[in-house]
């Protein structure tokens, strides 16, 4: 069961656009939501990450934005470069209840910035 | 070098031979954690463990085995491979047993098996 669906699977922005990648969840246990950049051949990292207290949260070029009654929230990359092409993962976490320890991790979006 | 290694890089396994994994952190975190990664499947759950002496189930643990004898390696089993567990499989670790910690992942073994 796939408890964080992920979406698009894959994109294709130019150089210098916005990038957008949405994820919902469904277990109202989760409250901690990364998203993880992976480049070929490498192991995923964690790129930014969110807690439903907030509404919004940016760093640099990357913002999550969180919608806690809808269950979604979403990554926006702003002024898309090509070395931002990578796979990105969005994930969900808790600090109990059920899940406590664990990362359910979406399908992964493929990014592609042109030059 | 501060980080996790994992290995072999790749591997190309005859079905039913069984394989293990290696997996070693030296950041002395607490708990590690086996993913596979599937294109369109995204990274799903093997096994878990928090502490050394404790393991766990994941999302998908049946043809998978693991143990934790000490805090620094956690290597999985495949006991007899099959060619649906080809994948590539990532190691992970983190500081604290709370599902909000940092994981840090290894650099992934591809596995093929035939």
């Known amino acids: 069961q796939q408890q964080v669906k992920q979406s698009p699977q894959s994109l294709i922005v130019q150089k210098g656009g916005i990038s957008i990648i949405n994820c919902a969840y469904e277990?109202?246990?989760?409250?901690?939501f990364p998203w993880y950049q992976q480049f070929p051949g490498k192991g995923p990292a964690l790129l930014i990450a969110?807690?439903?207290?907030?509404s919004e949260k940016k760093e640099g070029r990357f913002t999550i934005s969180f919608n806690k009654s809808a269950k979604q929230f979403s990554l926006h990359i702003m002024d898309s470069q090509p070395g931002d092409s990578a796979t990105y993962f969005c994930a969900a976490g808790s600090g109990g209840g059920t899940s406590y320890g664990k990362l359910t991790f979406g399908q992964g979006t493929i990014l592609t910035v042109h030059p | 070098i501060a980080g996790i290694t994992q290995a072999p890089t790749s591997q190309i396994l005859a079905a039913g031979r069984r394989m293990t994994l290696r997996c070693t952190q030296d950041?002395?975190?607490?708990?590690m954690y086996w993913y596979r990664q599937d294109l369109g499947l995204g990274l799903r759950l093997i096994h878990y463990s928090n502490t050394a002496g404790t393991t766990g189930k994941g999302e998908v643990p049946d043809g998978y085995s693991v143990s934790r004898a000490n805090t620094d390696d956690f290597p999985l089993t495949l006991a007899s491979a099959v060619p649906s567990q080809t994948s590539v499989y990532f190691c992970a670790s983190s500081e604290g047993t709370s599902g909000r910690n940092e994981q840090f992942f290894g650099p992934g073994t591809r596995l093929t098996v035939l």
């Open positions: 950041m002395r975190h607490n708990a």
């Open positions: 277990n109202t246990a989760f409250d901690y």
């Open positions: 969110i807690r439903p207290d907030v």
